[in-house]
Every structure is written in structure tokens, then in C-alpha cells.
């Protein structure tokens, strides 16, 4: 059996969703994803990876700015789906969308709900230093992310890993998580649990104020802040280059048995002190460059050890 489908998402994390749900042989009614926005360096509109991913699959695409007049509610409401998924799709979803498919609208979630609501679960868990996270799949209701779950996931968060690595990771496992959901609902043996309310935390949308690396932090706080922010937006240092003040975008690091003050450069291995230990950088990027490996950085930049960075 299939099911008719409405898929709603935006960024690459859904993409692989979209493409499980055609591979499982669902009908896909409608995809509704963001409009194109302006980006790049000539600031022309670019279509979301979903709706590239869309057309490429000849399948209807649909991007309202909103969804709170009648005319769009109606337009959804006669796709008559059974179903609807919700993935990353970063519009507000009224109730008479909610209602507007037989069973109801669905979400994957990458986090174990409830810890890690909201815009950014993956970059959150990992600057926690979280061990583990994994994906959840959802009854959407009205309230963020506050819907019963119907299934979860865990997958562990290794020392080094990144919250790009981590990404990729849960937008696979989440797109197997519904399938074997939409199985089950297909069943009617699809069961949903109501979230605790003990144990809610909120991942908040990172801001750019936040990025910029603090050396006084314990090493482990400040590892995990460069991987959580890894590749995008990326946590950074400013160091003077070329008699210029340059910032650095740090992509990967690891921990060093090794202290001083903060923020001084201690080898030509690029490790840095932090308030109680320090990280090795590893990876790095400078404006305008490719990433790239900190040994490579360092023979075009005059960073002698001793050097103490903001």
C-alpha cells in the first residue's frame, strides 16, 4: 500500500526524506517549500534544495511566503492527503493546515524530544557536549515542537564529531525513521506518546554574536563550540596577518594536554590555550579560501608560538 503524501521542507536535511518517500512509492500530492531567496555573491534568487530536488523529480512544487490566508489553506486542503511530513520547513503552519489531511501532519525532528526543541537541535546538542542525540518522529500540533512522538531514534555524538557530520547522519536516519512511520500509520499501528514535560530544553537559533571563539573557556567548552558551529556558520578567532587584522573560521579541532594563558599560541602545530587546558586546531579557513588543513595555514601565515589571540 502507499499513501498520498504532502511534503513540506526546506533545507538539504530534508532532502533525503523526499527521496526515501518516492523511493517507498508514496504519491506525492504537493512538495511546499520555501520561496527562492537572494544569495551568493551576485545576490541572485536561489530555489531551496528541496525544491531543486522537487523539480528534478517532476514533482508539484508549491513556495507561499505564508500559509495563513484562506485562498492557500483551501489550495492545500483539496490536494486531499492522507498525510502530510514535515521537515525543516520554517513556516508557520496554522491550524487549518493542520487539519487539512486525513491523519494529521507528521514531522522529523533531529533531536530526542523533548530535549532540543526549536530552530537548531544538532548545533545545540553538540555545544552542549552532548553524547548522544538521535531523530523523532512527530504528530505536529499547535505549539513548537510539543507534538506526541510516534518514533525515535538514538545515535551517539562522537568527541570530534561535527555538527555537519552529525547532520548528515540524522537526515538519513530520519528519513529511514519514516518510512518504517508511515508503514505503520499505512497499519493503523502507528502509537504516539505525549513528550514528558520534565526534560524540555529549547535550541534557539544561533546568533552571530555568539560565534566568535572565547579562550577563556575550559578546553572542552571551547571544542565543542568550534565543532557545533561546524561548517556553518562556523566559530572564528581574529589574528593579525600580513600586518592586518584577519578572522579565522576554525573547523575542526581537538584536545591538548597542555596549558597556559588564554589564548596563547603554543606550538606551530597550532594549539591554543584555553582557561583550563587547550585545542588543537586542525582544520581552518581564511575569507575568500577553501578549508584548509592547519599545517598548510601556517606555512603562508607568522604565527610564532607565544603569540596570545583575543
Avoid at 545576490?43 to 514533482?59: D, F, I, K, N, Y
Avoid at 487549518?96 to 537548531?120: C, E, V
Wanted: aromatic share 4%; hydrophobic share 45%; net charge negative.
Amino acid at each position: 500500500m502507499t499513501m498520498r503524501i504532502v511534503f513540506m521542507g526546506t533545507p538539504d536535511f530534508a532532502v533525503p526524506a523526499l527521496h526515501a518517500l518516492l523511493e517507498a512509492g508514496h504519491e506525492i500530492a504537493a512538495v511546499y517549500t520555501q520561496p527562492p531567496r537572494a544569495g551568493g555573491r551576485g545576490m541572485a534568487l536561489r530555489q531551496s534544495p528541496v525544491h531543486e530536488a522537487a523539480e528534478g523529480a517532476g514533482l508539484v512544487v508549491r513556495t507561499p511566503e505564508r500559509l495563513k490566508s484562506s485562498e492557500e489553506q483551501e489550495r492545500f486542503r483539496v490536494l486531499q492527503a492522507d498525510a502530510g511530513v514535515v521537515v525543516a520547513y520554517g513556516i508557520i503552519l496554522p491550524k487549518p493546515i493542520l487539519d487539512g489531511t486525513k491523519a494529521g501532519l507528521f514531522n522529523i525532528h533531529a533531536s530526542l524530544l523533548p530535549r532540543w526543541r526549536g530552530a537548531a537541535p544538532i548545533n545545540r546538542a553538540v555545544m552542549a557536549g552532548d553524547l548522544e542525540t538521535g531523530v523523532s518522529f512527530m504528530r505536529v500540533i499547535e505549539g513548537l515542537d510539543a507534538g506526541p512522538v510516534c518514533l525515535a531514534e538514538r545515535v551517539p555524538i562522537g568527541r570530534d564529531m561535527t555538527a555537519g557530520e552529525l547532520h548528515d547522519a540524522l537526515a538519513g536516519k530520519g528519513a529511514a525513521l519514516m518510512v518504517e512511520a508511515l508503514a505503520r500509520l499505512e497499519r493503523s499501528e502507528l502509537d504516539c506518546t505525549p513528550q514528558p514535560d520534565e526534560g524540555v530544553t529549547y535550541a534557539r537559533k544561533i546568533e552571530t554574536a555568539e560565534t566568535r571563539i572565547d579562550w577563556s573557556r575550559p578546553a572542552p567548552e571551547v571544542h565543542d563550540h568550534i565543532r557545533g558551529l561546524s561548517p556553518y556558520p562556523g566559530a572564528w578567532l581574529e589574528a593579525e596577518i600580513a600586518g592586518k587584522r584577519e578572522r579565522i573560521k576554525v573547523l575542526h579541532s581537538t584536545l591538548a594536554e597542555v596549558s597556559d594563558a588564554p589564548g596563547t599560541v603554543l606550538d606551530a602545530h597550532l594549539t591554543i590555550a584555553c582557561g583550563e587546558g587547550a585545542v588543537r586546531l586542525t582544520e581552518v579557513q581564511r575569507a575568500g579560501k577553501k578549508p584548509m588543513r592547519a599545517e598548510a595555514f601556517l606555512r603562508g601565515v607568522d604565527l610564532q608560538p607565544g603569540t596570545v589571540l583575543d
